[in-house]
């Protein structure tokens, strides 16, 4: 038996760790690169972005077709199946590179006209951001240089002041909450985007540990020996080039798990200090400028005003930024939902993550089976010529065994290696070890022969356990494998990240923009009244002045 490799059936590593990218606020993706199209293939390995023909890791034999049999094509190769577009109502958007036509290509993070379409989506927090800074930046101007200002006089001036007082109380409250929405959405966002993040890495560590039990266990096929009686040469080599394979794929997963998590994580947090600075900044100056206008404090409400001019641009334009994430992120989630639904159909997503059809997965499964049914054949070798033989004390093989017959080992799979029920005088590998302990015979002193009734010695018996143990390894290793590269592990992925983290954070995505907002409109309407009040010294008994005729009443 040979385990060919097949050049044309690879697994790229895109395959473990694409997840990290769809929350990791897609910076590794080039979104209005030039070079990118949406017909492209990419190898994603956590969240690095490069093409098809580097950093893939071919897996050989493990996907290797069974002779006489067609390779079966891919589903992002197959001209049959239906295109799905995925999330295509949710990104029916304008595209700002096509002037503003519609955008009807779905889901797809490699083509920039879909990243155009998103950046659409937070247009509105950036034109007030740029209205804002230009209309109030003239009237401050207008205010400065020309000597404009408002005033009220007359008999219903204390009415209105008092007025624009309770007004003013209302925007710094609408301030304040809108702060207290922004730190705790942040803090919200934050711990559900980390948990994603702990999720996806245990996923990819768990990818890792199957890799290397796989490696682990296939180096020790090698190493079988029972009284002498080896694996094929050609098992031997086949197995050296594929645990080479996985060795490689392991660590380079390994690796960029760990690098590229550190990165994501400092960026959480870089944005989560952001947002606590902007939350405290705003709160304090929202407070202290409502302080001062009404205590009149001229010098100093001016610097807050222009203070605050600027302030609430950036979170204007925060607000638009965020807009635009949760955009992405409840595109990403309805379209990992639909994906999930249709997995064989052509889609972005099964361009960046070609899934092997179940014919093709079907051959990874007959090769380790053929592995497993070479290590069941040196054992049952062993006991067929060896130990059952009662050979004649000149035989090489004669150490004096004697007694009933040692029952062989049961070839779990059939000539066809269909899975088979094992026969009456057969032992499975659950129970073998068990077994065959009735059959092992006491040496001699000499060590050279039985000197009681038994059909192994000590030693043959630990070869033979230690075989049982590899080709059941091997046996129970593989399903996991297998899903790997047939998109079961992703397509559970998936299912668990939109089950149980969409929600949660677009959630407190939305408390995030609820919170800028709230800032950016109470800021902004209470920077009118602070000039106001700028401009009518009031230091002293300003409460009891305004308020005094309704204690009055």
């Not at 694409?18 to 910076?27: D, E, G, P, R, V």
């Not at 219903?156 to 007025?163: Q, V």
């Not at 290793?477 to 990240?497: A, G, H, K, M, W």
């Not at 009118?528 to 009040?533: D, E, Q, R, V």
Request: with cysteine; aromatic share 10%.
């Amino acid at each position: 038996m040979r385990i060919a490799q097949e050049p044309g059936m690879k697994i790229s590593v895109a395959k473990f760790s694409f997840l990290f990218l769809l929350f990791a606020f897609f910076t590794s993706v080039s979104a209005f690169s030039p070079s990118l199209n949406s017909h492209s293939k990419f190898v994603l390995v956590f969240g690095v972005r490069g093409e098809r023909n580097t950093r893939e890791v071919n897996l050989g034999s493990w996907k290797g077709e069974a002779p006489g049999e067609a390779q079966a094509p891919g589903p992002a190769n197959s001209g049959s199946q239906s295109t799905l577009v995925l999330a295509a109502k949710r990104t029916d958007r304008p595209d700002i590179l096509r002037g503003f036509n519609r955008y009807r290509g779905g889901w797809d993070i490699t083509n920039r006209h879909y990243w155009a379409s998103v950046g659409f989506t937070g247009a509105l927090g950036f034109i007030l951001a740029f209205l804002w800074l230009i209309s109030f930046g003239l009237a401050l101007a207008v205010h400065y240089c020309c000597g404009w200002r408002i005033d009220i006089k007359g008999n219903g001036s204390d009415r209105s002041k008092r007025i624009s007082l309770i007004i003013l109380i209302l925007f710094t409250c609408a301030a304040a909450i809108g702060c207290i929405l922004l730190s705790i959405g942040q803090d919200e966002f934050h711990r559900e985007a980390m948990n994603t993040l702990h999720y996806v890495v245990n996923q990819s560590d768990y990818t890792v540990q199957t890799l290397t039990n796989v490696t682990q266990y296939l180096a020790l096929a090698k190493t079988i020996n029972v009284a002498q009686l080896f694996l094929p040469p050609n098992v031997n080599d086949d197995i050296d080039k594929l645990n080479l394979d996985l060795h490689k794929a392991a660590n380079e997963l390994k690796e960029k798990t760990s690098e590229n998590s550190a990165k994501i994580k400092k960026v959480f947090n870089d944005v989560r200090s952001a947002l606590i600075t902007v939350a405290a900044v705003m709160l304090l100056l929202s407070l202290l400028g409502f302080f001062l206008s009404i205590l009149g404090h001229q010098h100093a409400i001016h610097i807050f005003i222009i203070g605050g001019w600027l302030l609430v641009v950036i979170t204007f334009i925060l607000c638009g930024v965020f807009v635009i994430l949760n955009s992405a992120i409840t595109d990403t989630c309805m379209a990992m939902g639909e994906w999930i639904d249709n997995p064989r159909a052509e889609s972005a997503l099964s361009n960046i993550l070609p899934c092997v059809d179940e014919r093709t997965t079907n051959q990874t499964l007959i090769k380790s089976k053929e592995v497993v049914t070479n290590i069941v054949n040196v054992v049952n070798q062993f006991i067929y010529t060896i130990a059952n033989a009662n050979p004649s004390p000149n035989d090489v093989n004669y150490y004096n065994q004697s007694g009933p017959l040692m029952p062989p080992l049961c070839y779990p799979y059939d000539s066809s290696l269909h899975d088979r029920q094992c026969g009456s005088i057969e032992v499975s590998m659950e129970n073998a070890s068990v077994v065959w302990r009735n059959y092992i015979c006491t040496k001699s002193e000499l060590g050279l022969l039985c000197n009681e009734e038994g059909r192994v010695t000590q030693d043959t018996y630990t070869q033979l356990v230690a075989a049982v143990n590899e080709s059941y390894a091997l046996e129970h290793y593989t399903p996991p494998l297998l899903s790997l590269q047939d998109c079961n592990f992703v397509l559970e992925t998936f299912r668990e990240i939109k089950t149980r983290y969409c929600h949660p954070l677009e959630h407190d995505l939305q408390m995030v923009n609820a919170g800028l907002g709230l800032i950016s409109v109470g800021v902004m309407l209470c920077l009118i009244l602070w000039i106001f009040y700028a401009n009518h010294p009031q230091r002293e008994g300003v409460f009891a002045t305004l308020f005094f005729p309704i204690r009055k009443k």
